[in-house]
């Protein structure tokens, strides 16, 4: 099993650029999630979804849209890239209660 | 007041000394408990979970639960130099749907050889 990958590993936007993390697991876990995180900082839930066709937003969704589907994938996109949205990240998928994490994807918007 | 508090750190320790790490959350009505550890560039993985109140122990790592005080920690006994990463501390709650976790900002461990 490969896990949970993402693509791609790292990327530079200029402002107002658009872009789509993707992330996708092959554990047929419904449960997936986006992070981002902040240098010095802990992860902050963006998009969550509890399966194919089922999203819901989580604390910091603003500039940021999902979709989900299929099981497997569950991409990000960033319509109007902002400085702000400079960060590393995590795709994450959920078994139980253990989450799998993805090696990340670091963007910087300039 | 953040919803899972951790003492950002860093903690340094003696290579074989006994590292321990504390976190805090708000949430009472939180359920499962959980450390993770992250090494610096690396996504986290998780190495320690408790779900009651007490010690639950897994190798070198014992994790320690009171939820009258809401307070959970880790410790790591002969730390080691490949200890030495951000240790996370997350919770699971009523408040989160149960299936939402909620992360601390993490406190960076350094063992010293």
């Known amino acids: 099993n490969a896990g949970v990958t993402q693509t791609p590993k790292f990327r530079i936007l200029k402002i107002g650029q658009s872009m789509t993390l993707q992330c996708t697991q092959d554990m047929n876990h419904n449960y997936m999630y986006w992070y981002r995180q902040d240098p010095g900082m802990g992860l902050k839930l963006i998009y969550y979804s509890v399966g194919a066709g089922i999203t819901d937003k989580g604390e910091v969704p603003n500039g940021y849209n999902v979709s989900r589907s299929t099981t497997e994938d569950f991409p990000l996109r960033l319509e109007l890239a902002a400085p702000s949205q400079t960060s590393v990240y995590f795709c994450a998928s959920m078994r139980g209660n253990e989450q799998f994490f993805g090696p990340g994807t670091r963007l910087t918007v300039l | 007041q953040k919803e899972v508090e951790q003492n950002s750190g860093p903690l340094s320790v003696p290579e074989g000394a006994i590292a321990s790490l504390n976190c805090t959350y708000s949430?009472?009505?939180?359920?499962?408990f959980f450390w993770y550890r992250q090494y610096s560039g690396k996504s986290p993985e998780l190495i320690m979970s408790i779900y009651s109140n007490g010690d639950k122990e897994d190798g070198r790592f014992t994790a320690q639960l009171n939820k009258a005080s809401q307070y959970v920690s880790l410790l790591i006994r002969d730390s080691q130099p490949s200890d030495s990463a951000t240790y996370l501390c997350?919770?699971?709650?009523?408040?989160?749907?149960?299936?939402?976790?909620?992360f601390g900002a993490g406190t960076r461990l350094f063992v010293k050889a």
């Open positions: 949430d009472r009505g939180s359920q499962s």
């Open positions: 997350a919770v699971n709650g009523l408040n989160t749907g149960g299936f939402k976790t909620i």
